[in-house]
């Protein structure tokens, strides 16, 4: 037999001598890992799991494997740049009787797929989309042909929010952070030319999914596909936007109801669409360690099945269209855990739960997308950031991602420009296509680190997971509020220990390149050589355009079909609302799911904003509460760099100098202006203030500038800080200033903080914005400047 | 400082809010500028000849019983009340009625940082950009019970600039509600609806200035609890003194968006804020005629009930200044006197509150010393 594998070496190209190499693969060192990790789990996992058509979990593997190779004609190994040393798809104890020895078995730590990137790599899915439809669709066809395989669009905020472009409350939103779609026709013009029954969508959309999948539906059907032969996800976790994004529309359990009947709607009529993608990435950018990310996205996993059963679903109709979305940052080992740790514990759960009415194994594999971390990018030395990138990605595919979107290295400083995203893209292909990377399944197993950090991190993410079970599930959990609490405080922690130096960033923290150390204040990234060209937007453009068209739609329809459509949705939403309508027969329980009822309004001509505020009608707007956390920053900025505990003392200092010097502490409100919904910049920087001596106003989300101008001024802050991560403070920063000096309170000042060009920073300047703060800013210098500037203004002096 | 008394009169919100930051200022020069801006407003206030006077209503409750909500759904109400009204304001001349809403909000300070975050037009966003509503969060800094230093002086304020209802809401249900009582017309206090087994002797002495209990968050499956902790609150009030001018009442109210008919888990009436509203009007008015009467009973002073919360509000005034003056005052007899106490303290010597009835005394007694 040892003959025979050492021929195989030589010659790889022959046929699968691998497989007959059972005992030969034995390696002696890997018991240690083995005992450690499964222990537990194997004597009620193993015998149960493997069918008795299999003796050994090694020969389900092999099986496997073939089948998976067969499929795509992959070769069954491959040759490295050493000649005559060829890799096997995966590698393992064969002699182990363990289950999760091997990959595409129970429980699937080592991989969902027996072959992973062997026989396919992971699909790269960048995630884009801005501007105009026009704009999209010709950046989604530069993509496809640039060796893209699905299609993924991000919409702007109005979208996001149930909002029209011609709404007061969205001016400096439209078309920002994702494309405008008001009505059906805007989704025509983004597939113009696209063959959607042929390319993959992803759309990232969770408050007005309603009519956005309606529209995505009726734009198919209009250009001859039929919707069951659509294939895509659609983001539709509308629990974690409770937790942290905040681009929700209606209250949780209205929220709930919607996501079921999609569901609900998918599985009878678009059998090739996944209706959820549980996130657990914005819970990561937002401020969670991956452990808490972890827990938090199978909890919610573990709510949407709940919900999909209430909406007449069983298990295996619902589980295996669950997909996942995790963040990938730089803490390299702990992200690969993670992936390996969240197929295992959705097994184990899936198991304990619903083992007895589960008759798909599919049912039971976590199958997740990945994203490299945007909140590991910093804004100075961007070109770093290709470097970071490249790190997440690669801890991604060894924890065995399904598919992936690498970050731009501008994306800290602006929206992805042209060449960044390429490179981006760029990335992945060189993983998958030089080197080598994908020839075999989950390279760490077996590793006594990954295999020990693995069981650990489950552990630790299952007393989480339990302690929500045990408060009645994730949708009571974040009606609560305590996720949301947990995950902020964990944000103002690692502020703190970014800022006194524990935590590292390089460029930022810690060897902090020259021309910028010594750069004159305010100005973030300006630094010389390192400026690079970023992305900008004609948003008053864009809005004219979506404007003009929605005048045009709302002529041109037939306006008593149109409202007909809309009274629909309203008696469907009435219904609902009341009673559970799921019991009664499968035509009549059809007609009143939402969706059904959007896809008439759809085609009818009514408008995004007109479908969700006819929903609104009955179920009411959300309007988050918003609490900081006071004192957590603090505490944890016990600065063992002696520099950075210095920079503290002088902050308060300042604070202390001026409180004295003015009659009273320096008063800031913290406002987030437009509908971007992501508040861990503005909470973190209200809860470091208020420990650094401010009095700090909160302001709630989604505010217009009138309404921030009309805060400040009552509350009589010395400064506003206006918190922009999309792009709108072009629009919404000048209409700030306007406001002010229509409130003759132009004393006020107005700094800004968040993601800002430093293209960007001078057309501040002169709106008369004296400091701008990009993402990396450390607190403490943030305070010491700002009082230098409002001390000046004042004309105090001791 | 005409012309900002002028404009805060006219009630520019500007105006307004930058006379309260007056008041507010612990800059020793601004304390004559805030004196004298007080007086002027005063004058231009008797000269106006307004006839009403502000309906002020104090609403506390420790954090998480839902103040917030409370005073956000009133005012939003008694802002609904006059459909006349749906723009911008128009100053106080065009009022009529409560339909001009100020909202003063104390955030506590942190002890140790200083800092303070005033997280209330967050939790109000649509009465905090509501065009007839002022929402003003003050810092605590520190200063006894639920009151910010200068509240009193807000208060009046904006009673000046010619806001119709003045609500007032306060964290830290504890020492010192006795001010804010004062104050107000009327004061809720809420409670959760779990409350009513810890309710204790410490609570008692605040039940004795509140008028009405609210024992909130009775919806669903609390309204049994709810019903169960307003009748220890109801049990609790029977057993005050007979001294106690009005008759003061426990209510459920629910803070659930729709109006939550009672699910046969109790007889008693669940009320929302907008229902609350006639309740609080009535007891606002008995109380005010009470409180006046009750005053005349007791004091035999020819005060008004506004004349007795300004004096009240210098008593805490003067505490809260001689707490900031006494420890940076020149006088090394003075400082003899408090760094022995502080010493005492810190031995253990003396109890804090010995060592702080010392050291009066030994003020006084210096100060009788003092030839006239």
Same mark, same amino acid.
């Given at each position: 037999?040892?003959?025979?594998?050492?021929?195989?070496?030589?010659?790889?190209?022959?046929?699968?001598?691998?497989?007959?190499?059972?005992?030969?693969?034995?390696?002696?060192?890997?018991?240690?890992?083995?005992?450690?990790?499964?222990?537990?789990?194997?004597?009620?996992?193993?015998?149960?799991?493997?069918?008795?058509?299999?003796?050994?979990?090694?020969?389900? %593997?092999?099986?496997?494997?073939? &089948?998976?190779?067969?499929?795509?004609?992959?070769?069954?190994?491959?040759?490295?740049?050493?000649?005559?040393?060829?890799?096997?798809?995966?590698?393992?104890?064969?002699?182990?009787?363990?289950?999760?020895? %091997?990959?595409?078995?129970?429980?699937?730590?080592?991989?969902?797929?027996?072959?992973?990137?062997?026989?396919?790599?992971?699909?790269?899915?960048?995630?884009?989309?801005?501007?105009?439809?026009?704009?999209?669709?010709? =950046?989604?066809?530069?993509?496809?042909?640039?060796?893209? &395989?699905?299609?993924?669009?991000?919409?702007?905020?109005?979208?996001?929010?149930?909002?029209?472009?011609?709404?007061?409350?969205?001016?400096?939103?439209?078309?920002?952070?994702?494309?405008?779609?008001?009505?059906?026709?805007?989704?025509?013009?983004?597939?113009?030319?696209?063959?959607?029954?042929?390319?993959?969508?992803?759309?990232?959309?969770? #408050?007005?999914?309603?009519?956005?999948?309606?529209?995505?539906?009726?734009?198919?059907?209009?250009?001859?596909?039929?919707?069951?032969?659509?294939?895509?996800?659609?983001?539709?976790?509308?629990?974690?936007?409770?937790?942290?994004?905040?681009?929700?529309? +209606?209250?949780?359990?209205?929220?709930?109801?919607?996501?079921?009947?999609?569901?609900?709607?998918?599985?009878?009529?678009?059998?090739?669409?996944?209706?959820?993608?549980?996130?657990?990435?914005?819970?990561?950018?937002?401020?969670?360690?991956?452990?808490?990310?972890?827990?938090?996205?199978?909890?919610?996993?573990?709510?949407?099945?709940?919900?999909?059963?209430?909406?007449?679903?069983?298990?295996?109709?619902?589980?295996?269209?669950?997909?996942?979305?995790?963040?990938?940052?730089?803490?390299?080992?702990?992200?690969?855990?993670?992936?390996?740790?969240?197929?295992?514990?959705?097994?184990?759960?899936?198991?304990? &739960?619903?083992?007895?009415?589960?008759?798909?194994?599919?049912?039971?594999?976590?199958?997740?997308?990945?994203?490299?971390?945007?909140?590991?990018?910093?804004?100075?030395?961007? +070109?770093?950031?290709?470097?970071?990138?490249?790190?997440?990605?690669?801890?991604?595919?060894?924890?065995?991602?399904?598919?992936?979107?690498?970050?731009?290295?501008?994306?800290?400083?602006?929206?992805?420009?042209?060449?960044?995203?390429?490179?981006?893209?760029?990335?992945?292909?060189?993983?998958?296509?030089?080197?080598?990377?994908?020839?075999?399944?989950?390279?760490?197993?077996?590793?006594?680190?990954?295999?020990?950090?693995?069981?650990?991190?489950?552990?630790?993410?299952?007393?989480?997971?339990?302690?929500?079970?045990?408060?009645?599930?994730?949708?009571?959990?974040?009606?609560?509020? %305590?996720?949301?609490?947990?995950?902020?405080?964990?944000?103002?922690?690692?502020?703190?220990?970014?800022?006194?130096?524990?935590?590292?960033?390089?460029?930022?923290?810690?060897?902090?390149?020259?021309?910028?150390?010594?750069?004159?204040?305010?100005?973030?990234?300006?630094?010389?050589?390192?400026?690079?060209?970023?992305?900008?937007?004609?948003?008053?453009?864009?809005?004219?355009?979506?404007?003009?068209?929605?005048?045009?739609? &709302?002529?041109?329809?037939?306006?008593?079909?149109?409202?007909?459509?809309?009274?629909?949705?309203?008696?469907?939403?009435?219904?609902?609302?009341?009673?559970?309508?799921?019991?009664?027969?499968?035509?009549?329980?059809?007609?009143?799911?939402?969706?059904?009822?959007?896809?008439?309004?759809?085609?009818?001509?009514?408008?995004?904003?007109?479908?969700?505020?006819?929903?609104?009608?009955?179920?009411?707007?959300?309007?988050?509460?918003?609490?900081?956390?006071?004192?957590? +920053?603090?505490?944890?900025?016990?600065?063992?760099?002696?520099?950075?505990?210095?920079? =503290?003392?002088?902050?308060?200092?300042?604070?202390?100098?001026?409180?004295?010097?003015? #009659?009273?502490?320096?008063?800031?409100?913290?406002?987030?202006?437009?509908?971007?919904?992501?508040?861990? #910049?503005?909470?973190?920087?209200?809860?470091?203030?208020?420990?650094?001596?401010?009095?700090?106003?909160?302001?709630?989300?989604?505010?217009?500038?009138?309404?921030?101008?009309?805060?400040?001024?009552?509350?009589?802050?010395?400064?506003?800080?206006?918190?922009?991560?999309?792009?709108?403070?072009?629009?919404?920063?000048?209409?700030?200033?306007?406001?002010?000096?229509?409130?003759?309170?132009?004393?006020?000042?107005?700094?800004?903080?968040?993601?800002?060009?430093?293209?960007?920073?001078?057309?501040?300047?002169?709106?008369?914005?004296?400091?701008?703060?990009?993402?990396?800013?450390?607190?403490?210098?943030?305070?010491?400047?700002?009082?230098?500037?409002?001390?000046?203004?004042?004309?105090?002096?001791? | 400082?005409?012309?900002?008394?002028?404009?805060?009169?006219?009630?520019?919100?500007?105006?307004?809010?930058?006379?309260?930051?007056?008041?507010?200022?612990?800059?020793?020069?601004?304390?004559?500028?805030?004196?004298?801006?007080?007086?002027?407003?005063?004058?231009?206030?008797?000269?106006?000849?307004?006839?009403?006077?502000?309906?002020?209503?104090?609403?506390?409750?420790?954090?998480?019983?839902?103040? =917030?909500?409370?005073?956000?759904?009133?005012?939003?109400?008694?802002?609904?009340?006059?459909?006349?009204?749906?723009?911008?304001?128009?100053?106080?001349?065009?009022?009529?009625?409560?339909?001009?809403?100020?909202?003063?909000?104390?955030?506590?300070?942190?002890?140790?940082?200083?800092?303070?975050?005033?997280?209330?037009?967050?939790?109000?966003?649509?009465?905090?950009?509501?065009?007839?509503?002022?929402?003003?969060?003050?810092?605590?800094?520190?200063?006894?019970?639920?009151?910010?230093?200068?509240?009193?002086?807000?208060?009046?304020?904006?009673?000046?600039?010619?806001?119709?209802?003045?609500?007032?809401?306060?964290?830290?249900?504890?020492?010192?509600?006795? =001010?804010?009582?004062?104050?107000?017309?009327?004061?809720?206090?809420?409670?959760?609806?779990?409350?009513?087994?810890?309710?204790?002797?410490?609570?008692?002495?605040?039940?004795?200035?509140?008028?009405?209990?609210?024992?909130?968050?009775?919806?669903?499956?609390?309204?049994?609890?709810?019903?169960?902790?307003?009748?220890?609150?109801?049990?609790?009030?029977?057993?005050?003194?007979?001294?106690?001018?009005?008759?003061?009442?426990?209510?459920?109210?629910?803070?659930?968006?729709?109006?939550?008919?009672?699910? #046969?888990?109790?007889?008693?009436?669940?009320?929302?804020?907008?229902?609350?509203?006639?309740?609080?009007?009535?007891?606002?008015?008995?109380?005010?005629?009470?409180?006046?009467?009750?005053?005349?009973?007791?004091?035999?002073?020819?005060?008004?009930?506004?004349?007795?919360?300004?004096?009240?509000?210098?008593?805490?005034?003067?505490?809260?200044?001689?707490?900031?003056?006494?420890?940076?005052?020149?006088?090394?007899?003075?400082?003899?006197?408090?760094?022995?106490?502080?010493?005492?303290?810190?031995?253990?010597?003396?109890?804090?509150?010995?060592?702080?009835?010392?050291?009066?005394?030994?003020?006084?007694?210096?100060?009788?010393?003092?030839?006239?």
């Amino acid at each position: 037999m040892a003959s025979r594998l050492r021929c195989a070496a030589r010659s790889c190209s022959c046929a699968r001598p691998w497989l007959f190499s059972r005992g030969a693969l034995v390696s002696s060192s890997l018991s240690g890992w083995r005992r450690c990790a499964f222990e537990s789990s194997r004597k009620n996992t193993q015998s149960r799991e493997l069918s008795s058509a299999f003796e050994s979990a090694e020969a389900q %593997w092999r099986f496997q494997v073939e &089948k998976e190779l067969a499929q795509t004609g992959a070769p069954s190994s491959r040759s490295t740049s050493v000649d005559g040393i060829c890799l096997r798809p995966a590698y393992g104890d064969a002699a182990s009787a363990e289950s999760g020895q %091997w990959p595409g078995v129970p429980p699937y730590r080592r991989g969902p797929h027996a072959s992973m990137y062997a026989s396919r790599p992971w699909t790269i899915r960048q995630y884009a989309g801005f501007g105009t439809a026009e704009e999209s669709n010709a =950046f989604f066809k530069r993509a496809l042909q640039g060796g893209q &395989k699905g299609l993924s669009v991000a919409f702007d905020l109005a979208t996001h929010r149930g909002y029209d472009s011609d709404h007061p409350r969205v001016q400096g939103d439209v078309g920002m952070a994702g494309v405008a779609v008001d009505v059906v026709d805007d989704m025509k013009r983004l597939f113009d030319g696209i063959k959607l029954d042929e390319v993959s969508v992803s759309m990232t959309m969770n #408050g007005a999914v309603l009519p956005v999948l309606a529209f995505f539906i009726v734009a198919a059907e209009e250009s001859g596909v039929a919707r069951s032969k659509l294939s895509g996800t659609v983001q539709n976790d509308i629990l974690k936007e409770f937790m942290v994004r905040n681009t929700f529309i +209606y209250p949780p359990e209205p929220s709930l109801r919607i996501t079921g009947d999609i569901m609900a709607f998918c599985t009878r009529e678009m059998p090739k669409f996944n209706t959820i993608s549980i996130s657990g990435y914005h819970m990561q950018e937002a401020g969670a360690d991956p452990c808490l990310e972890l827990a938090f996205t199978l909890a919610d996993g573990l709510e949407y099945i709940r919900v999909a059963r209430s909406a007449g679903l069983t298990v295996d109709q619902c589980a295996p269209r669950l997909s996942f979305f995790f963040g990938i940052g730089m803490d390299f080992y702990v992200e690969i855990a993670k992936l390996r740790a969240a197929r295992e514990l959705w097994y184990t759960l899936l198991k304990e &739960k619903y083992g007895s009415e589960i008759n798909n194994p599919k049912s039971y594999v976590l199958r997740t997308h990945c994203q490299t971390s945007g909140y590991s990018l910093t804004e100075k030395e961007p +070109y770093n950031n290709a470097v970071r990138t490249t790190i997440e990605a690669m801890a991604a595919v060894f924890g065995g991602t399904q598919s992936l979107h690498t970050n731009a290295l501008d994306e800290a400083i602006a929206l992805p420009s042209e060449f960044a995203a390429r490179l981006a893209r760029n990335t992945q292909l060189i993983l998958q296509e030089e080197t080598g990377i994908c020839a075999v399944a989950d390279p760490f197993g077996g590793s006594y680190m990954m295999e020990a950090l693995t069981s650990e991190l489950m552990l630790k993410a299952r007393s989480v997971i339990d302690q929500v079970e045990r408060a009645g599930g994730m949708a009571k959990c974040v009606a609560d509020g %305590w996720p949301k609490q947990r995950i902020e405080d964990a944000a103002a922690r690692k502020q703190a220990r970014i800022d006194s130096g524990q935590h590292v960033i390089v460029g930022v923290n810690k060897f902090i390149a020259e021309q910028q150390s010594a750069q004159s204040s305010g100005n973030g990234g300006q630094g010389g050589d390192e400026r690079i060209d970023v992305r900008s937007l004609d948003s008053v453009g864009i809005r004219q355009t979506q404007l003009d068209q929605l005048k045009r739609v &709302k002529f041109s329809r037939n306006a008593e079909a149109a409202q007909r459509a809309l009274q629909l949705i309203v008696q469907a939403a009435k219904f609902r609302n009341g009673v559970d309508s799921v019991k009664e027969g499968e035509s009549d329980a059809a007609s009143k799911n939402l969706l059904d009822c959007c896809v008439v309004a759809a085609r009818a001509r009514c408008t995004l904003g007109e479908i969700s505020s006819a929903l609104e009608s009955v179920y009411g707007r959300y309007q988050p509460q918003v609490s900081v956390a006071t004192g957590v +920053y603090r505490d944890n900025f016990t600065g063992e760099e002696p520099g950075a505990s210095s920079e =503290f003392r002088e902050a308060v200092r300042a604070v202390q100098t001026f409180s004295e010097l003015a #009659g009273r502490r320096p008063r800031i409100l913290i406002a987030k202006v437009g509908q971007d919904g992501h508040d861990r #910049g503005a909470k973190v920087v209200a809860s470091g203030f208020a420990d650094l001596g401010f009095d700090v106003d909160v302001g709630p989300l989604f505010q217009t500038p009138a309404e921030v101008v009309k805060m400040a001024v009552e509350a009589d802050v010395h400064v506003i800080g206006v918190s922009s991560l999309a792009a709108g403070h072009r629009t919404l920063v000048p209409a700030v200033m306007e406001e002010l000096e229509r409130a003759e309170a132009q004393d006020i000042l107005v700094i800004v903080g968040g993601v800002v060009p430093s293209s960007d920073h001078e057309f501040l300047r002169k709106l008369g914005v004296p400091l701008v703060f990009g993402p990396n800013t450390r607190l403490p210098y943030a305070v010491v400047e700002l009082i230098r500037v409002l001390s000046e203004r004042l004309r105090l002096s001791t | 400082m005409q012309e900002l008394a002028a404009r805060v009169m006219r009630r520019v919100p500007r105006a307004v809010a930058q006379a309260m930051t007056l008041m507010e200022s612990d800059h020793p020069e601004h304390l004559a500028r805030a004196q004298a801006l007080m007086q002027q407003l005063r004058e231009t206030h008797a000269s106006l000849r307004r006839p009403n006077r502000a309906l002020k209503i104090g609403v506390s409750g420790t954090p998480g019983v839902g103040t =917030f909500g409370v005073v956000s759904r009133l005012a939003m109400h008694i802002l609904a009340l006059d459909s006349r009204f749906d723009g911008q304001d128009q100053g106080p001349e065009s009022d009529s009625g409560w339909n001009s809403v100020c909202v003063l909000a104390v955030d506590p300070s942190s002890p140790r940082t200083h800092g303070a975050i005033l997280g209330d037009v967050a939790r109000m966003p649509e009465l905090a950009t509501h065009p007839r509503a002022f929402v003003r969060a003050s810092a605590s800094r520190g200063a006894y019970g639920g009151l910010a230093p200068s509240t009193a002086d807000l208060i009046q304020v904006a009673e000046l600039a010619g806001y119709g209802t003045i609500l007032v809401e306060t964290v830290g249900v504890g020492q010192s509600e006795a =001010f804010v009582a004062d104050i107000v017309d009327v004061l809720l206090l809420l409670v959760s609806f779990n409350s009513g087994d810890e309710l204790q002797a410490s609570k008692r002495g605040l039940l004795e200035l509140v008028d009405m209990v609210i024992v909130n968050k009775a919806d669903g499956d609390h309204v049994r609890e709810a019903s169960h902790t307003r009748h220890m609150y109801e049990s609790a009030l029977a057993m005050l003194s007979k001294h106690v001018y009005a008759k003061k009442r426990v209510l459920l109210s629910s803070s659930s968006v729709h109006d939550s008919a009672a699910p #046969g888990y109790t007889d008693d009436n669940i009320y929302t804020p907008e229902t609350l509203w006639p309740e609080i009007l009535e007891m606002a008015t008995t109380a005010r005629k009470a409180k006046t009467t009750f005053q005349k009973d007791t004091d035999e002073s020819e005060d008004t009930s506004h004349h007795s919360s300004l004096v009240a509000a210098f008593w805490n005034e003067l505490a809260v200044e001689l707490r900031r003056s006494l420890p940076s005052h020149s006088s090394t007899s003075l400082q003899q006197i408090l760094k022995g106490a502080e010493m005492h303290v810190r031995t253990g010597d003396l109890s804090a509150r010995s060592a702080a009835r010392q050291a009066v005394q030994q003020i006084l007694a210096a100060l009788e010393r003092i030839p006239k």
